[in-house]
């Protein structure tokens, strides 16, 4: 039996967190100069309770309205389900319908108001839910569970009707999962299958199937949370519930949108505490995609770069299809933490283990080379003018006889190696038969991860079915690409889960003295001026050229020779964006005569494009160095991102950008930089001599600052370029635009 992943963990049983909006306070940010112990310096919150969802799970007593036993309805089918899923879990059933005296011999009532005791779980089966809730309201069950569609997934109009379901339990504390849900979390779990479970999460019932279907190849499940339109209870709160669940392993899901990113953020966040796997299909890479959910589920997807970014943040793994899912979660869900990160390759065939190593390097795995000593070691079974350096090749014949195991202990003892896997591209009895034996045999006695993939497009022989599915320390994949994607994710969760620092317990709590200054400084709806632009870096330390703002010809000579020659000049206002287009930015300037005249060509240009100046700035010459960007973007999720790339023009040319979600710290910096295609500009290319990564890093942290801090008045901050110095001599903001909100 494969280790869990986790160690045994205890359920907290608390009220989720209500704030005066709602049960989960949004993105939006506050402003707010004091805060609770719970919450950052613009009042969002750092910590949520753990929603009590076991009723809803495991509920003791259980109302279906709407019940029927009328051959032939809906209705009734769903009933005679729901009926037999209480009995598994041991709840008792009250049918409530208002003509029927008794459904399926159980004593049926006409009313809510008429439940003998009180409900933990109501089931609504009726199209109109809700004057239902409305009565519902008065009797007080933990949850309810809404299947009606016609809701927010259908625009402005639904959901005006989906509020109304929301408004109708309102103070009632009873949760709603739904609408536009379905029976996923009724099915009949197997329960004759033991180890770590997968703990599911869907907003498209039929999306979850894949996974469900692994119960036939002996993957355990435990929960199936269908989400549905999320009125109320939504990913995020089974996200929290289920890294708290002893039994699960790993939890899967497929998400079509999100309804709240800082919610999010604090389940994925649990999550990672207790080193319980994620692995979360999101659509909504593409504008159809997007579209499409939106219509599904009547939810925002949002950025993607941006929802991408926070996941990785928070070592959600994001994988792109359905297979993809089930394979990385069944792999993450059993497998024992690795001893070591390297991957070996061992196959019959050495285009097999070519081909296998291939997609491996490509996808950033490790292949050691085996040590002279080990390779000498298989030379004794492996005929010497095969490879054995990795991929081990071993022709063929040592796996028909006793050297076949030899061979498999000898790879996994070795000290580089966490993980084998051996590729079988088709099956060829007897020898892959013994095989697959040899490799379920050897991994009983390792903690190594053993990973096979079955690659017969048949899946019916025996050492397939038999064999390697009827181990639970064999991890089995169908493809090639599939074992890669979920070793990969398997390696990559066990590095940030053993190292996890929250992003969270490096949130500021009280506002910095460079708050107040720069808060002083922002008008309302108004786009800033560079001049008042760089005040703002100013007041968070942010280090600008030395300039003056001037008004006159006369005052921009006098400032250059205050400077020192060469000087930049540029026209600041309100409604300038990219001054150099239109003709405002001038550089090199080496005399008080190329200054006067500059000055006045510089406010002509503005007088003939009707563009309003504060003045003319001139500034110190800054030419050396690598040109970045650093900026402030609002996400409709998440609130205020920070994103750090390539500056210049080569930001809108390669597009060679990372985004964060504050807060961060450091470390989250650092790896930002580490995304970037041109982080090797940074360390020094072609004679050029490293760049002073430490203050870039200082920069990304005080504008992150900037974002928590001014979140409430500033929509959005552009740094570019920030020139960053020669190592140990900083950077420098060259030019800045900023928009208050």
């Given at each position: 039996m494969l280790g869990s992943t986790h160690g045994t963990l205890t359920t907290t049983s608390r009220p989720a967190r209500v704030t005066a909006c709602g049960r989960h306070p949004g993105p939006a940010v506050h402003g707010t100069t004091t805060t609770g112990e719970d919450t950052d310096v613009s009042g969002r919150p750092l910590s949520s309770d753990v929603p009590d969802l076991d009723r809803l799970f495991r509920p003791r007593t259980m109302a279906v309205i709407g019940a029927s036993e009328t051959e032939g309805r809906p209705n009734t089918a769903i009933t005679r389900q729901l009926i037999d899923w209480a009995g598994r879990v041991g709840a008792r059933v009250h049918p409530v319908h208002p003509t029927r005296t008794t459904v399926f011999g159980l004593p049926c009532h006409a009313s809510v108001r008429d439940l003998p005791e009180r409900i933990d779980l109501a089931v609504l089966l009726v199209g109109d839910p809700a004057p239902v809730l409305e009565e519902l309201k008065e009797t007080r069950p933990r949850f309810a569970v809404v299947f009606a569609s016609g809701f927010a997934e259908t625009g402005t109009e639904g959901a005006t009707a989906q509020a109304r379901l929301t408004a109708a339990l309102q103070g009632s504390g009873t949760r709603l999962l739904g609408p536009n849900t379905n029976l996923n979390a009724f099915e009949r779990f197997r329960d004759d299958l033991d180890g770590p479970a997968i703990a599911l999460i869907t907003q498209s019932g039929h999306q979850g199937r894949p996974v469900f279907a692994l119960q036939e190849l002996g993957i355990r499940l435990s929960h199936w949370a269908p989400t549905g339109n999320e009125a109320d209870l939504e990913c995020a709160d089974f996200l929290s519930y289920f890294a708290t669940r002893p039994e699960v392993g790993a939890i899967a899901a497929y998400v079509e949108g999100l309804k709240d990113g800082r919610a999010f953020l604090l389940a994925a966040d649990r999550a990672a505490r207790h080193?319980?796997?994620?692995?979360?299909?999101?659509?909504?890479?593409?504008?159809?995609?997007?579209?499409?959910?939106?219509?599904?589920?009547?939810?925002?997807?949002?950025?993607?770069?941006?929802?991408?970014?926070?996941?990785?943040?928070?070592?959600?793994?994001?994988?792109?299809?359905?297979?993809?899912?089930?394979?990385?979660?069944?792999?993450?869900?059993?497998?024992?933490?690795?001893?070591?990160?390297?991957?070996?390759?061992?196959?019959?065939?050495?285009?097999?283990?070519?081909?296998?190593?291939?997609?491996?390097?490509?996808?950033?795995?490790?292949?050691?080379?085996?040590?002279?000593?080990?390779?000498?070691?298989?030379?004794?079974?492996?005929?010497?003018?095969?490879?054995?350096?990795?991929?081990?090749?071993?022709?063929?014949h040592p796996v028909g006889d006793w050297r076949g195991p030899k061979i498999i202990d000898a790879i996994l003892a070795d000290p580089s190696v966490g993980v084998l896997v051996c590729p079988i591209t088709g099956p060829f009895p007897p020898l892959s038969d013994r095989l697959a034996r040899d490799l379920v045999d050897a991994a009983e006695k390792t903690d190594k991860l053993v990973c096979v993939v079955w690659g017969s497009p048949v899946g019916t022989e025996d050492a397939y079915r038999t064999t390697l599915l009827g181990s639970s320390r064999v991890a089995t994949f169908r493809t090639f690409a599939n074992c890669v994607t979920a070793v990969r994710a398997y390696l990559d969760h066990h590095r940030f889960t053993d190292g996890y620092r929250s992003p969270f317990d490096d949130a500021p709590r009280t506002l910095s003295p460079s708050a107040r200054k720069a808060r002083a400084l922002l008008r309302p709806g108004e786009q800033l001026s560079e001049h008042a632009a760089k005040q703002l870096l100013r007041a968070y330390g942010i280090r600008v050229p030395r300039e003056?703002?001037?008004?006159?010809?006369?005052?921009?000579?006098?400032?250059?020779?205050?400077?020192?020659?060469?000087?930049?000049?540029?026209?600041?206002?309100?409604?300038?964006?990219?001054?150099?287009?239109?003709?405002?930015?001038?550089?090199?300037?080496?005399?008080?005569?190329?200054?006067?005249?500059?000055?006045?060509?510089?406010?002509?240009?503005?007088?003939?494009?009707?563009?309003?100046?504060?003045?003319?700035?001139?500034?110190?010459?800054?030419?050396?160095?690598?040109?970045?960007?650093?900026?402030?973007?609002?996400?409709?999720?998440?609130?205020?991102?920070?994103?750090?790339?390539?500056?210049?023009?080569?930001?809108?040319?390669?597009?060679?950008?990372?985004?964060?979600v504050p807060p961060f710290g450091e470390d989250h910096a650092r790896a930002m930089l580490g995304e970037l295609r041109g982080r090797a500009l940074l360390d020094g290319v072609r004679g050029a001599p490293p760049a002073d990564v430490d203050a870039l890093v200082e920069t990304v942290l005080r504008v992150q600052r900037m974002a928590l801090e001014l979140g409430d008045g500033l929509a959005g901050l552009d740094v570019n370029p920030l020139v960053v110095l020669e190592r140990g001599q900083g950077a420098v903001a060259l030019d800045a635009l900023a928009v208050c909100r």
């Open positions: 080193k319980v796997p994620v692995v979360m299909v999101k659509v909504g890479r593409t504008e159809t995609g997007a579209r499409t959910a939106a219509t599904h589920t009547g939810k925002l997807t949002g950025a993607d770069d941006v929802v991408d970014a926070a996941m990785r943040q928070y070592g959600v793994i994001r994988v792109n299809g359905l297979d993809e899912l089930q394979d990385t979660a069944a792999l993450l869900a059993r497998a024992r933490p690795p001893r070591a990160q390297g991957v070996a390759v061992y196959s019959i065939s050495g285009g097999t283990g070519a081909h296998f190593a291939d997609l491996a390097s490509a996808a950033g795995l490790d292949l050691p080379l085996l040590s002279t000593a080990k390779q000498n070691e298989l030379h004794q079974w492996i005929p010497g003018y095969l490879s054995v350096a990795n991929p081990v090749d071993n022709g063929g003056q703002l001037v008004t006159s010809a006369a005052a921009a000579v006098r400032a250059a020779g205050q400077i020192g020659y060469p000087v930049v000049m540029k026209a600041s206002g309100p409604r300038l964006g990219h001054k150099s287009e239109l003709g405002l930015v001038r550089i090199r300037l080496t005399s008080a005569s190329q200054v006067r005249d500059t000055y006045r060509e510089l406010t002509e240009i503005a007088r003939y494009e009707g563009l309003p100046l504060d003045g003319v700035l001139v500034c110190q010459l800054v030419d050396q160095g690598v040109e970045m960007t650093v900026g402030i973007t609002r996400d409709p999720l998440f609130g205020p991102t920070v994103t750090v790339g390539l500056g210049g023009v080569l930001v809108e040319v390669l597009d060679d950008t990372a985004v964060r």
